[in-house]
């Protein structure tokens, strides 16, 4: 497999990076500093099942140079991580006794309509503190390592946390399938402040 990086040498010693994953629209420069010392160069070398990688470092005290073979193997599945945040608009309402506009809130439950959304898609509910509560798309009686189709349906949610300004509610998925969410209905209780 080709590699998909760029690789340059710079006067700084360090070495930029150009990232390309064409599935996933990824185009990025970054900028490399390792302890390997002072990067001179670099150089691929195509491979049969994938390029090699070789860097040429003078040590940090300029005694040595070395060769390194550079093993991206790990680079190619790890990836950056996903953490896509789906945020409701800051609940406010009017009753009978005033607009909620800055009273203090919560959300107590809240129910969460999907569509076609795989199990694998890893969705939570950030509590108040950033911990995340994992919904379950599924009964538990579902055996593991079956085959699910993905789900469609409301799914209820009690949700923990303290009385907040801002009352919003996320939803985290920390995987890249696709989650189909159509709805997002909470119940919240307001304080009279």
Request: hydrophobic share 40%; proline share 7%.
């Amino acid at each position: 497999m080709p590699s998909r990086v760029v690789l340059a040498a710079l006067v700084t010693g360090d070495m930029a990076v150009f990232h390309y994953l064409p599935t996933e629209k990824i185009n990025a420069w970054t900028r490399w500093h390792t302890d390997l010392g002072t990067i001179e160069s670099v150089c691929v070398l195509p491979g049969v099942l994938r390029d090699d990688i070789f860097i040429v470092a003078k040590s940090p005290n300029n005694t040595t140079r070395t060769l390194y073979q550079y093993d991206y193997a790990a680079d190619d599945d790890a990836g950056l991580p996903i953490a896509a945040r789906l945020r409701t608009v800051k609940l406010d309402s009017v009753f009978a006794d005033g607009a909620t506009v800055g009273r203090i809130r919560r959300v107590n439950d809240a129910t969460i309509r999907l569509k076609d959304t795989p199990q694998e898609a890893q969705l939570s509910i950030e509590r108040p503190d950033g911990s995340l509560m994992p919904l379950r798309l599924w009964p538990a009686n579902v055996v593991s390592g079956a085959e699910q189709r993905p789900f469609t349906g409301d799914i209820p949610v009690s949700i923990t946390g303290g009385y907040t300004r801002d009352g919003g509610l996320t939803l985290v998925s920390s995987a890249p399938y696709p989650a189909t969410i159509l709805s997002i209905t909470p119940r919240v209780d307001y304080t009279s402040q």
